[in-house]
């Protein structure tokens, strides 16, 4: 391919795309192209190629605008620097891969690449200063799977990142995560990624939490079911609920219909930096599906006895 091919031609986008679309469409064709996925494929080699030396210059803001200025006489894809005959050779760039898992994050991988190669080339061209004004290194993403309560009351973990390269150590990197933390957020501990010319990335830690048998969340409070009896729930009644701080009495008023939401003030979970929620005992009237002879006199009994309508009054009914 030409040094001089349009990069917005090869990663098939405009230039009116957003950065996260150009970085969208570099993934997908990374991974369609890789030759992990297409084995003594010249073309696509060639192609991967291609991909990988446009998303060097579109995939930084700073590069992007150098060539939407002076178009070719910006920085041009340049495939033969990603070759191991010129420029840069993958196994000259360190990178951690503790937090990496199959195929799917080789573009994460390949993200590293361009930021330590584009890095190392900037430095033997422009010297020291340019070095300190180098971007710094990749963000590593990382994912833990917490419990329930550990993600209410918070905790704190430990990861242990390896590198490639196997004259250096493991990296043991120790963290807190909040109180109050939701399945699928990401907490952020900087300086923790890669090593790159101006310092190093984050840590990008990618919270899971399993399922509790019982609580459920609901914003930051905490739901549990609690069946009634049809008696306790006509008469009322005191009993014991677990909670996360143990267990604790809850006051059944006479009359409570299912569906009742029975609050427990301040039993929930904590907002970032804020106060708990609360925590609702969700009342279900427990109906029996079968009934004796005898139950069945009683229960008529009591209806005749109530006089209820709960329908009165409803346009529909009669």
Same mark, same amino acid.
Not at 24 to 34: D, F
Not at 79 to 90: N, P
Not at 94 to 101: H, R, Y
């Given at each position: ?39 003594? !494929? ?8 291609? +991909?990988?030396?446009?998303?060097? +210059? ?9 060539? !939407?200025?002076?178009?070719? $006489? ?10 191991? $005959?010129?420029?840069?050779?993958? !196994? ?51 994912? &833990? %799977?917490?419990?329930? %309560? ?32 939701? !399945? ?24 899971? &939490? ?11 409070? &905490? ?10 729930? +006509?008469?009322?009644?005191? &009993? ?44 279900? +009237? ?26 009165? $009054? ?5």
């Amino acid at each position: 391919m030409s040094n001089s091919r349009d990069p917005y031609e090869i990663l098939g986008v405009s230039r009116t795309a957003t950065q996260e679309e150009i970085k969208k469409a570099y993934r997908r064709l990374a991974k369609q192209y890789h030759p992990d996925r297409n084995p003594n !494929d010249k073309s696509a080699e060639q192609r991967f190629k291609e +991909v990988r030396a446009a998303y060097e +210059v579109l995939g930084d803001a700073q590069r992007r605008a150098q060539y !939407d200025r002076f178009g070719a $006489g910006g920085p041009a894809p340049d495939v033969r620097a990603w070759t191991t $005959g010129r420029g840069v050779r993958f !196994d000259d760039m360190p990178f951690d891969v503790g937090s990496i898992g199959g195929l799917g994050d080789l573009t994460s991988i390949l993200e590293q690449f361009f930021v330590q190669g584009s890095g190392a080339r900037s430095r033997r061209k422009a010297g020291p200063r340019a070095a300190r004004r180098a971007a710094r290194g990749a963000d590593i993403e990382h994912s &833990i %799977e917490l419990s329930f %309560e550990e993600a209410v009351k918070g905790t704190v973990r430990e990861v242990v990142l390896t590198s490639s390269n196997t004259r250096a150590p493991s990296e043991r990197i120790q963290f807190r995560i909040p109180a109050g933390v939701h !399945d699928g957020q990401r907490i952020r501990i900087r300086g923790q990624g890669q090593e790159g010319a101006g310092g190093r990335g984050d840590l990008m830690v990618l919270c899971r &939490i399993r399922p509790h048998p019982y609580f459920r969340r609901e914003g930051q409070d &905490i739901l549990l079911d609690v069946p009634l009896t049809f008696a306790e729930a +006509v008469l009322g009644t005191q &009993i014991e609920i677990p909670t996360l701080d143990g267990v604790a009495v809850v006051k059944i008023p006479p009359g409570t219909s299912s569906g009742t939401r029975l609050r427990l003030r301040g039993r929930g979970v904590a907002a970032l930096g804020g106060q708990r929620g609360d925590m609702y005992a969700l009342v279900h +009237v427990h109906v029996p599906r079968t009934v004796t002879d005898r139950a069945r006199e009683l229960v008529t009994e009591l209806d005749r006895e109530l006089k209820q309508r709960p329908r009165e $009054g409803l346009g529909w009914a009669k």
